[in-house]
């Protein structure tokens, strides 16, 4: 009895605290990864916001400009400048000015998302779920996007230190001597490579403080090649890894907020379709929210898309499509093409069985693009149908898709774009495009060839007899750098319409 009396005795001490009293220690390390990276985030949002700043852009791309200028003048006037050598005290605001925000943004950027994968590993999130990003096709983009952004910095903080020492070294030398004018002579060259480094790489600039860090450096490598929604699958392909999970989770919401019987695919489809037109000016703000109000609860449209500061709403969507629109302006021509026949009710859609719309961009960038085809059966029953692609001097030469497409009548009249009672294009698109087929096709060249050429592609039925047959013509080019500065200009636009104001209804 004895024995078991100190055996409990025993069980009851307590280890002592080697912290001591009072100290305070975050136990968990997820959530001390988590503090982290929300203080990387708020950094590189707020010291990125103000890098790409015009005036520092400006500042940025001239201020080796003034060095060589001060190293020119240096050379010419030996004996004034060395009486002025106090001014160069000064140098160093300016030049920090031009290149340590930028520094400060991509660092706070790399480390963020280094900070955010591992929390997608060890799940750290709202959904408690673990995702490992890193092998998700594109984050290998992304990663290398960021640390071309850190080269870039070294680079220009390589040649504006070479620059600056090199008249700080001018100084120290008898003006006039040979050391003299070598040194500010080195100064001009450094000088005039780091402003034409920073005009090549001022739109990587303007790419930091975005609210979604990674989209912009993430491309669309991997997709279906049927689309069974246009506008979602096209927005869903653009987003990178990370920003994919999220838009999951909205969706989740949005699902939810829909009211009964309505199909979650159409829904999802029309609310883009919406969030497209107002974008374009088709439809005003309080139209569009009086359209929202026809099929997702009231009372859940402000958690939707009225909250400014959750990742998705009202102008974040937009900016989500205007993205896709940058990438794929091709695509978007389909949509636009079919709203005209809608509204028109021209005799292509309203009394011919099939109808059959392609789209392929001007220019191929690097011998390579995107084809995307429409087809809907008009008829009254079901039709299997064979796409065939033709690509002179391609690879491959041909590519034949066999298809069954459902029944899709078009409607006999032209429809209105908004009508409350009757069905309008607003109902008709969505469902029209639900029942057909849609196809986004990878279009490449052989390495040698370059210049103009057709591109084929032919309907037929399963006896072989063509229904229709469209040609296509574009310039296959072998260089990328104007095509793609085009297109970081149009991502330029999308961000701004991000970045406006959530309508406010009372």
Known sequence: MAKKQVKDSESALELPD????????????????????????????????????????FWRSIVGLLLSFIAMLGVFFPSQISDMNWVIILLPI?????????????????????????????GGFSDGKRH????????????????DHRRYNLISTVLTGVSFSMIILATATKSGSVAWNLALMVSVITGFVYTLHAQYTNLN?????????????????????????????LVSSHLDPDLQL????????FHAALMPGYDKRQALERLLYLLYLHDLGELSTEKTSKEFSTFINKGKLEAILYDSDKDFNWRTIQRLISHAKAWQPSAFNLLDRLQIDL????????????????????????GATNLFIVLNNQT?????????????????????????????????????????KDEDSLDWLPRYLHKGVVLWMNVAWNREFFGNTNLQVVLRDDEGVVLESKILTTKVSRTSSGVLRKRMLRLEKARKIGEMEVPIFT
Request: glycine content about 4%; hydrophobic content about 40%; proline content about 7%.
């Open 380 to 420: 009254f029953e079901k039709r299997n149908v064979r796409v065939e692609v033709l690509v002179p001097n391609g690879e491959p030469l041909s590519r034949t898709h066999r298809f069954e497409l459902e029944a899709c009548p078009p409607p006999r009249n032209a429809l209105k774009l908004s009508a409350p």
């Open 18 to 57: 080697p912290y001591g009293h009072g100290f305070e220690r975050i136990e968990d390390p997820l959530e001390k990864t988590r503090v982290q990276w929300v203080q990387l985030e708020n950094r590189r949002k707020l010291v990125g916001n103000f890098a790409r700043n015009r005036f520092l852009i």
């Open 246 to 253: 999220d838009w999951a989770e909205w969706k989740k919401k």
């Open 132 to 147: 490992t990003l890193r092998v998700q096709p594109g984050i290998d983009r992304i990663i290398d996007g960021l640390r």
């Open 205 to 233: 600039i303007r790419q930091l403080g975005d609210r979604f860090p990674n989209l912009v450096l993430h491309a669309p490598t991997h997709h279906q090649t049927q689309l069974g929604s246009i506008l979602s699958d």
């Open 94 to 122: 300016p030049v920090l000015l031009a290149i340590l925000p930028n520094i400060i943004a991509v660092e706070s950027a790399w480390h963020a998302m280094q900070a955010r994968l591992s929390l997608r590993e060890q």
């Open 343 to 366: 509204l028109s009710g021209r005799p292509e859609i309203s009394r011919a069985k099939w109808r059959m719309d392609v789209a392929l961009d001007d220019v191929c960038v690097e």
